[in-house]
């Protein structure tokens, strides 16, 4: 039969994959010539074929993918014959427009892990050992294409050994940059204070295990940055860490040696296992199972717990030699990027006893995933390792090249181009300098690596924030995005939709249109624009952002909008909280409007009720209302509370009135989660449309289960984070708007 030429263009992760080598066997086993290489638009090869063994090849390459590896786009096209004599890797093509998926950090894979506990292994107990199919990607590279030598591993020259697997086709490591072995490989240090300890290779790992039993903390070099670890069945240790850190509640997350010892602190479902074990390993919102060796300090007065696996070959050996959970908690200040070397470790000094470190530089941050199971789905609290940089693709082209900056909270970025969106990982709050520097090593980082240059340039309409800030500062052409308006353009974009729905977006705060702070809003949405069909009525914020931290001053609002000044006389909780001057002062600002922002926040509600309940006055950590909200959550209570619903106004105000009758506390919970669902029902029943939901308030375990529940066909984002953190995917495609 007659052999043509083909050339078959791949896009998508298909870098630093074992991509090649995979192209390679099947060549070989098909008996094809020619050859493969990689480009800055992903693979290419070229090869001589029949008609029937071109349809064999793309069939196998479909059905076979590398673990790590992912297709978007395959083209295969038909070219001048060229006459092969065997097939060959050929040496990486760097002319042409990077679209090339960066890969993300995966976890340690099975193979990989069974050397590490070999003892006739040469990587025995090597802690950087990997292959082509796990271990860092993203945390090491400088630009592609993927390359030893745009990545951090260049300042490591290959033994003999590593050259001879680097260099075999047949071989696991074949081209796998971050490989290395105890002669050419990084290494571990263990530090105390800025003096690194004379102690040998083979007994670090030993020390840094005894030096957690005896209650130390220990601040450990990871993939995309440090951890800071304690013995989590420690009552001391994790309490020093709180004191230490400045984090009396805010719940820890906490690493197990295996799924199975994950068994005996929660309750794990089959999905939350999948989640648990996935080559992505974030970390997983579970039910604690009660009467465990977890110290009660770990999530205070929480039944929910974060656990994850370890991810690394250095997690692995400690565990291992521990068999204990280790709180493993981001090392970072408060809302800050996490720590990625030692100098911006120093401002943890004070924290941590010793730095188990080691010299493979982190070139791109990235903090753990959080994600959680509800009603079968997952919802994904904060993207990053295992699964950033995300790539989405769009149901449309975009017109020019795009970089969207977020918002300020949760923040990430994105670029855009054609029917691609590259969003970076978790970012943080930007609320320091610090933060806003890592913020722009974000953008600089994916305009480097994908020679990007923005015709646009999208922020939200806050005036405040920094990222519209420095859109402003730094750009000339850009435009202004409804914050809950891209909160649902993002789920539409993820989930693929055309034409109108019906967006609900809930969260603490957003810049509305009319200058005030929306956050209980409905939305008719398309990609050309929004219509506000309803929202939650104004109340006043008392302090402006100090009524964040406050729950307490919401609720005072909502009883000066019910009472007056009679409201100061009430007997509550919240007029409890205050001093009799304090009340006399804040109902002068709330009558003046005098730094009382309005805003019409489901995300402040939860803090008002929270507040009139007496279960949170101030808060610690963001979302904390929310959450001892959800432990007081009771499905056997029924009914709900009285909303007025009216000319697109819902006056939550009657629901206030009767949450301070109710004298059982459970009740008036479970009672309130019921009413919210009933408004969205009630709002979702005028409109034939789609439902969406978005914002940071459906993080909300009970809130969202309850919805999904009462209308099973709501659509929710599963791989973008609800709250701010999928605001940059919105933006992209708001550029599409033509006013």
């Given at each position: 039969m007659q052999h043509d030429t083909y050339k078959i263009l791949i896009n998508g992760t298909v870098q630093g994959v074992g991509f090649r080598p995979f192209i390679y066997q099947l060549a070989t086993q098909f008996s094809l010539v020619g050859t493969v290489s990689n480009g800055p638009g992903g693979v290419e090869i070229i090869i001589n074929a029949t008609s029937v063994e071109l349809e064999n090849l793309l069939s196998s390459i479909e059905a076979k993918l590398p673990p790590l590896?992912?297709?978007?786009?395959?083209?295969?096209?038909?070219?001048?014959?060229?006459?092969?004599?065997?097939?060959?890797?050929?040496?990486?093509?760097?002319?042409?427009?990077?679209?090339?998926?960066?890969?993300?950090?995966?976890?340690?894979?099975?193979?990989?892990?069974?050397?590490?506990?070999?003892?006739?292994?040469?990587?025995?107990?090597?802690?950087?050992?990997?292959?082509?199919?796990?271990?860092?990607?993203?945390?090491?590279?400088?630009?592609?294409?993927?390359?030893?030598?745009?990545?951090?591993?260049?300042?490591?020259?290959?033994?003999?050994?590593?050259?001879?697997?680097?260099?075999?086709?047949?071989?696991?490591?074949?081209?796998?940059?971050?490989?290395?072995?105890?002669?050419?490989?990084?290494?571990?240090?263990?530090?105390?204070?800025?003096?690194?300890?004379?102690?040998?290779?083979?007994?670090?790992?030993?020390?840094?295990?005894?030096?957690?039993?005896?209650?130390?903390?220990?601040?450990?070099?990871?993939?995309?940055?440090?951890?800071?670890?304690?013995?989590?069945?420690?009552?001391?240790?994790?309490?020093?860490?709180r004191e230490r850190k400045k984090r009396p509640s805010k719940p820890y997350a906490v690493m197990v040696p295996d799924v199975q010892s994950a068994k005996l602190f929660a309750s794990i479902n089959t999905q939350e296992e999948m989640l648990l074990t996935s080559k992505e390993r974030p970390i997983v919102l579970l039910d604690m199972i009660d009467d465990t060796d977890i110290?009660?300090?770990?999530?205070?007065?929480?039944?929910?717990?974060?656990?994850?696996?370890?991810?690394?070959?250095?997690?692995?050996?400690?565990?291992?030699?521990?068999?204990?959970?280790?709180?493993?908690?981001?090392?970072?200040?408060?809302?800050?990027?996490?720590?990625?070397?030692?100098?911006?470790?120093?401002?943890?000094?004070?924290?941590?006893?010793?730095?188990?470190?080691?010299?493979?530089?982190?070139?791109?941050?990235?903090?753990?995933?959080?994600?959680?199971?509800?009603?079968?789905?997952?919802?994904?609290?904060?993207?990053?390792?295992?699964?950033?940089?995300?790539?989405?693709?769009?149901?449309?082209?975009?017109?020019?090249?795009?970089?969207?900056?977020?918002?300020?909270?949760?923040?990430?970025?994105?670029?855009?181009?054609?029917?691609?969106?590259?969003?970076?990982?978790?970012?943080?709050?930007?609320?320091?300098?610090?933060?806003?520097?890592?913020?722009e090593k974000n953008i600089q980082t994916l305009e480097r690596i994908y020679d990007f240059k923005p015709d646009i340039v999208m922020h939200d309409k806050h005036p405040n924030y920094e990222s519209t800030k420095y859109a402003l500062h730094h750009y000339e052409n850009t435009k202004g995005v409804q914050h809950h308006y891209a909160h649902i353009l993002g789920v539409m974009a993820e989930k693929q939709m055309i034409g109108k729905v019906l967006g609900v977006a809930f969260d603490g705060t957003g810049y509305g249109d009319d200058g005030n702070l929306w956050g209980g809003e409905f939305m008719v949405c398309d990609y050309n624009g929004f219509e506000r069909v309803a929202h939650i009525n104004y109340f006043k914020i008392l302090g402006g952002t100090k009524a964040i931290k406050e729950p307490k001053r919401v609720a005072l609002s909502l009883l000066f909008d019910l009472y007056g000044e009679e409201a100061i006389t009430l007997e509550n909780p919240t007029i409890k909280a205050f001093s009799p001057s304090?009340?006399?002062?804040?109902?002068?600002?709330?009558?003046?409007?005098?730094?009382?922002?309005?805003?019409?926040?489901?995300?402040?509600?939860?803090?008002?009720?929270?507040?009139?309940?007496?279960?949170?006055?101030?808060?610690?950590?963001?979302?904390?209302?929310?959450?001892?909200?959800?432990?007081l959550y009771d499905d056997s209570v029924e009914g709900h509370y009285t909303f007025d619903y009216k000319d697109g106004y819902i006056d939550v105000l009657p629901l206030v009135k009767e949450i301070l009758l109710e004298t059982d506390m459970t009740v008036a919970v479970s009672k309130f989660f019921h009413t919210l669902v009933e408004i969205i029902s009630a709002v979702h029943k005028k409109y034939d449309l789609a439902l969406v939901l978005s914002g940071g308030v459906f993080q909300n375990r009970v809130l969202l289960a309850l919805v999904i529940q009462k209308i099973p066909n709501a659509i929710i984002s599963n791989t973008m984070p609800p709250n701010d953190g999928g605001i940059a995917l919105g933006q992209i495609v708001a550029s599409m708007q033509k006013n």
């Open positions: 590896a992912s297709i978007d786009k395959l083209l295969t096209i038909q070219v001048d014959f060229t006459d092969f004599t065997d097939f060959t890797i050929i040496n990486t093509n760097e002319e042409g427009k990077r679209t090339v998926r960066i890969p993300p950090d995966v976890s340690i894979c099975n193979a990989c892990e069974e050397e590490l506990f070999d003892p006739n292994d040469r990587r025995y107990g090597y802690p950087f050992i990997t292959c082509t199919h796990c271990g860092v990607r993203y945390s090491i590279i400088k630009e592609l294409p993927y390359d030893r030598i745009n990545t951090s591993m260049a300042d490591f020259k290959m033994c003999k050994a590593c050259e001879e697997e680097y260099s075999n086709p047949l071989d696991r490591r074949y081209h796998a940059q971050p490989i290395g072995c105890y002669d050419c490989g990084p290494t571990l240090r263990l530090y105390k204070g800025k003096e690194i300890l004379d102690i040998s290779r083979d007994e670090i790992i030993d020390t840094c295990v005894t030096l957690l039993e005896e209650g130390k903390i220990l601040a450990v070099k990871g993939v995309g940055g440090y951890h800071l670890m304690c013995d989590a069945t420690n009552d001391e240790a994790v309490q020093r860490l110290s009660e300090y770990v999530a205070p007065n929480l039944s929910r717990i974060g656990l994850f696996l370890p991810y690394t070959p250095v997690h692995l050996l400690l565990l291992k030699k521990l068999q204990k959970p280790l709180v493993a908690t981001s090392a970072n200040v408060t809302d800050e990027p996490i720590c990625t070397n030692l100098d911006s470790l120093e401002k943890l000094e004070g924290i941590y006893d010793y730095v188990l470190d080691h010299n493979r530089i982190i070139v791109n941050g990235c903090d753990d995933s959080v994600l959680m199971i509800v009603k079968g789905q997952a919802v994904t609290l904060r993207r990053a390792r295992g699964y950033a940089p995300a790539s989405i693709r769009l149901p449309f082209v975009l017109e020019k090249n795009v970089l969207a900056l977020g918002a300020n909270q949760k923040s990430t970025i994105a670029i855009g181009f054609d029917k691609d969106v590259i969003l970076s990982p978790h970012i943080g709050d930007l609320n320091t300098l610090d933060s806003v520097d890592y913020f304090e009340l006399k002062t804040y109902f002068i600002a709330w009558q003046k409007g005098l730094n009382s922002p309005l805003s019409s926040s489901i995300g402040r509600l939860f803090d008002a009720v929270s507040s009139l309940l007496d279960v949170c006055q101030v808060m610690s950590f963001e979302g904390q209302s929310g959450m001892m909200l959800e432990e």
